[in-house]
């Protein structure tokens, strides 16, 4: 099974502050990593599919990168609506997967 | 309004069974893979198990298989998860989830979510 090493496992950001936030495949799953945002609560909320694409509706200060066994969710300008928990999810060989998670705390 | 509504969640004992059922409604149910997905107690999301549109795939996590089975009523546009020697570790918020296609092609992501069903394993 692919392990997903998710970093750091909690930040703490100021309104306005670009954030990053990184995945890591212990072997590569392609394109196949989505991102989502937790509050507390509530159920997760698709953020990017497919590394790099943008959910409908939302936001563009959020932006995915990477390929292979490396991504990265990046936050523009962090808004106080963005502190939540955030996961990042692999598919490979019909099996899903989530990272530790990432809390985004008010500094 | 495309929509997931869980059922089915409750107290139990170890060692016995629960049916869980999520409602689908707003979509073409039988085109759409479908997950589960729990979240324990203060914890992060874990993958459970997955089906194909036709219910002929199915596929699961180590740690529930051979224990979970799960099902979809296309009829119905119900999926459900029947969870057999439950374990105090299986104690969690359970979400089912639709996966998302783009012009008919996987992403593998899940972009409709379940409010979730608490299902509460002990004695």
């Known amino acids: 099974d692919i392990q997903m090493t998710q970093s750091p496992s909690t930040l703490s950001a100021s309104v306005g502050d670009r954030v990053t936030i990184t995945c890591r495949a212990s072997q590569s799953i392609s394109s196949w990593l989505a991102w989502y945002q937790q509050k507390p609560g509530k159920a997760p909320k698709l953020l990017i599919y497919k590394a790099s694409s943008l959910e409908s509706g939302v936001p563009s200060r959020f932006s995915g990168s990477g390929s292979g066994t490396d991504f990265t969710l990046t936050i523009s300008s962090l808004q106080p609506d963005d502190f939540a928990t955030y996961y990042c999810?692999?598919?490979?060989?019909?099996?899903w997967g989530f990272g530790q998670g990432t809390k985004v705390e008010i500094k | 309004e495309v929509q997931l509504l869980e059922s089915g969640g409750g107290l139990v004992q170890p060692g016995k069974s629960l049916r869980l059922s999520c409602a689908a409604s707003g979509f073409t149910f039988n085109n759409y893979a479908m997950c589960w997905v729990r979240q324990a107690p203060g914890k992060g999301l874990e993958w459970v198990s997955a089906i194909g549109g036709g219910g002929g795939s199915t596929y699961y996590a180590d740690s529930v298989k051979g224990r979970f089975t799960i099902s979809r009523d296309n009829s119905k546009n119900t999926l459900y998860l029947q969870m057999n020697s439950l374990r105090a570790e299986d104690t969690a918020v359970y979400y089912c989830s639709k996966e998302k296609l783009i012009v008919g092609a996987r992403t593998y992501a899940m972009d409709v979510w379940g409010q979730g069903t608490t299902v509460t394993v002990s004695s």
């Open positions: 999810q692999q598919y490979n060989s019909y099996l």
